[in-house]
């Protein structure tokens, strides 16, 4: 709300410099809270608009599993499993299947399409729910992201370079 300026000159109280000040005070604190409120306003928008885009890309998801199943490639990814039994808990179990993975396009494809089938509210539960499918507890104990003297590195697992990119080709869509 703004207010006219009126006649600072006269001599009545009502019209005095003082009050107009006190007025223009009262209406910048007014201004004040509404500008906190759309502050809370847009705050509440981003919480909902975020919620909304995880909900958004579930079903996403979802319907490309769907979409998946109806071509036959839940047939490919249950023989991957049944052949490789995940997740492993022995280093050399986890680094055999990382080089045939990394030596056999088929194998490759399977294990796209059976971390594909992966869920998550969002992209860390996403990247921890499809690095448990492969790692176990005990296994994943072993490892670091750069590794140590005494872990292996995980960035250097080509198994975790292929969720990363599935991760990265998922969410683009």
């Not at 079903?59 to 047939?75: N, P, S, Y």
């Not at 059976?114 to 729910?129: D, V």
Request: glycine residues 2%; contains cysteine; positive net charge.
């Amino acid at each position: 709300m703004l207010f006219a300026v009126q006649n600072v000159y006269t001599t009545q109280p009502e019209n005095s410099v003082l009050n107009l000040l006190m007025e223009m005070r009262a209406e910048i604190a007014s201004l004040k809270n509404e500008v906190t409120d759309l502050k809370k306003e847009i705050k509440d928008m981003k919480e909902t608009t975020k919620r909304q885009f995880v909900k958004l890309t579930e079903e996403v998801f979802t319907v490309k599993l769907e979409a998946r199943k109806q071509h036959g490639l839940d047939m490919v990814i249950d023989e991957l499993n049944d052949t490789h039994k995940f997740p492993f808990n022995e280093v050399k179990d986890l680094q055999a299947f990382d080089e045939l993975v990394q030596q056999n396009e088929t194998i490759l494809k399977q294990f796209k399409e059976f971390i594909a089938k992966t869920g998550g509210e969002g992209p860390p539960q996403f990247l921890r729910a499809a690095v448990r499918k492969i790692f176990s507890d005990n296994l994943a104990s072993q490892y670091s992201w750069k590794g140590t003297s005494v872990k292996r590195s995980a960035e250097k697992c080509y198994l975790v370079t292929v969720i990363k990119s599935k991760f990265v080709f998922l969410t683009r869509i």
